[in-house]
């Protein structure tokens, strides 16, 4: 599906699943190599910046924690920028994009900010955007760290293993996503000051520190969630370790009162006490006693 938006003489041209026929229309119009027309057909594992004659190719991963409408953790967006015309690949509803693209014709965004008169900072602006979505995911996280926290001293440590888990996967989906972003920024500054200006080397360094600052907050959230890990392990161990002393004691008082009544029990023909009068209660106030001095002795130890 192919879906174009104009402003001031720029052109956005959004290519959603696109098919071959319209790769084929595209190329024609745009002047496309056709390596890349190839390449926007299928999406392309490796995250990269091609610097062409008239035009830079540029293809990006970026996390969907709760956004993706396939189920998948990554999302690719391709893009082509050239002076005038800003061309961008996908191959799932990614929310950042549909929603610019509801504001574009409006141009109430694009008032606001002044983009200018050339696609670069047309596609800057939409950088931005999908940078600010990865903000709103760690915001997410990070009211779920505190929520685990909560649950956590309130004793839900079993319950909290598995968010934590699901917690760490998010985290650990954003990071992978965006490990090499910092590489691919540079290298789009390098190939953009040549094919543009100075000015298109200054927009992708305000970039770059939008980059660092969402990693500095995944590595803060990463901190966070390793010291309540191991915080609810610690409870969970301490947790289990009580269990089994109190197992450990109860076994421990029961077996010498199971020996004694089996003892009692034998079918032998003398016992002591079994066959004297209130034989029964002697044998009960024995174990009684029993299990009152291993109480405790077991108080004394501080066992208990």
């Known amino acids: 599906m192919i879906k174009k938006h104009t402003y001031k003489g720029l052109v956005w041209i959004d290519l959603f699943k696109p098919t071959q026929k319209e790769i084929r229309k595209i190329m024609d119009e745009y002047n496309i190599h056709p390596s890349v027309a190839n390449d926007l057909i299928s999406p392309t594992f490796k995250q990269s910046v091609h610097l062409h004659e008239n035009f830079i190719y540029l293809v990006m991963h970026f996390p969907a924690v709760k956004h993706s409408h396939k189920g998948e953790s990554n999302q690719e967006i391709d893009f082509i920028i050239s002076d005038n015309v800003l061309i961008t690949s996908r191959y799932d509803t990614i929310d950042p994009i549909h929603k610019f693209s509801k504001v574009f014709d409006t141009n109430i965004v694009l008032n606001k900010e002044n983009i200018g008169n050339n696609a670069s900072c047309l596609f800057f602006l939409l950088i ?17 760290l505190d929520e685990a ?30 490990n090499i972003h910092e590489s691919i920024l540079e290298d789009l500054k390098k190939d953009g000051s040549k094919l543009f200006d100075a000015k298109f080397g200054q927009s992708v360094n305000k970039i770059i520190l939008e980059y660092q600052k969402m990693r500095k907050e995944i590595e803060i959230n990463r901190e966070s969630f390793d010291e309540l890990r191991d915080t609810n392990n610690s409870l969970l161990s301490t947790k289990q370790n009580e269990t089994m002393t109190v197992l450990t004691i109860m076994a421990f008082v029961t077996f010498p009162l199971s020996l004694l009544a089996s003892i009692f029990g034998m079918n032998t023909i003398e016992t002591p006490i079994v066959g004297h009068n209130n034989d029964f209660w002697i044998v009960v106030g024995i174990m009684f006693t029993l299990a009152t001095l291993f109480f405790f002795f077991f108080k004394y130890k501080k066992w208990l």
Request: hydrophobic share 35%; no cysteine; net charge negative.
């Open 128 to 144: 931005a955007k999908l940078y600010g979505a990865i903000d709103h995911e760690l915001e997410t996280i990070e009211g779920a």
């Open 149 to 178: 926290e909560d649950k956590i001293f309130k004793g839900e440590e079993r319950q909290m293993v598995k968010e934590l888990s699901n917690i760490s996967r998010n985290l650990l989906n954003i990071k992978q996503a965006t």
